[in-house]
């Protein structure tokens, strides 16, 4: 079982580096079979190859993307379930979508699985 | 596929009824052989009498328990995350653990899987 810093570790990195713009970074929070569905109901993407794939194709779409936490982080055994908004920002708007991230983790922290659930509806201008 | 009024009203009634001690309610929302998995970790109770072994339990802990939304519910085909909060009373104190559940559900909207994030040594008293 990993440890409950290790998780929050690979959380906080996942997220900083997403939001950097950072592949290998971000790539380093994942275990090497790792596979992300995301959103959920979208094909599943397995292994490093096809993880930084994923990456490139998600900051192609917009001029940044911050990921910000949203309050709720729950770490059970080797999983967690947080919230989280997405910022996309094209052009001169900023948007923000409501996310939460299921993840799964080996003995070392790394994540193995990643489940995004989010509404692409509810995408809007984050005003403020 | 399960329409999302479906799923919504399913929600609705599974938190109402577990506020309420309505164990018949709380039933209703299940499928026949749904399991939950409440909290995370713990053995998966199968099927109606099952659960409503577990409704029975939950209920014995404490004088009243309240299920209370937290603002976020997102729900992506036959799946649904949301967040909320549990306010047990014990004697003269209500507390409050946060949760994110995660159900799965029939063509009916009814419930075929929960799982149940949640920490208990976040549970504080509620305050307010």
Redesign the interface.
């Known amino acids: 079982m990993p440890d409950r810093a290790a998780i929050d570790t690979t959380i906080d990195i996942y997220m900083a580096a997403f939001s950097d713009n950072d592949a290998d970074a971000w790539l380093s929070c994942w275990a090497i079979d790792g596979w992300t569905e995301d959103?959920?109901?979208s094909p599943r993407r397995h292994g490093h190859d096809a993880l930084r794939e994923f990456f490139e194709e998600s900051h192609s779409l917009t001029d940044s993307v911050e990921l910000r936490p949203?309050g709720?982080r729950?770490?059970?055994?080797d999983?967690a379930?947080f919230?989280m908004h997405a910022r996309p920002t094209m052009g001169d708007t900023t948007y923000k979508l409501?996310?939460?991230d299921?993840m799964t983790f080996d003995e070392a922290g790394k994540i193995t699985t990643l489940r995004a659930?989010?509404?692409p509806t509810t995408l809007a201008p984050a005003g403020g």
Chains 1, 2 share one sequence.
């Open positions: 959103p959920v109901g949203a709720l729950i770490v059970v055994g999983e379930v919230t409501d996310i939460i299921h659930f989010f509404d």
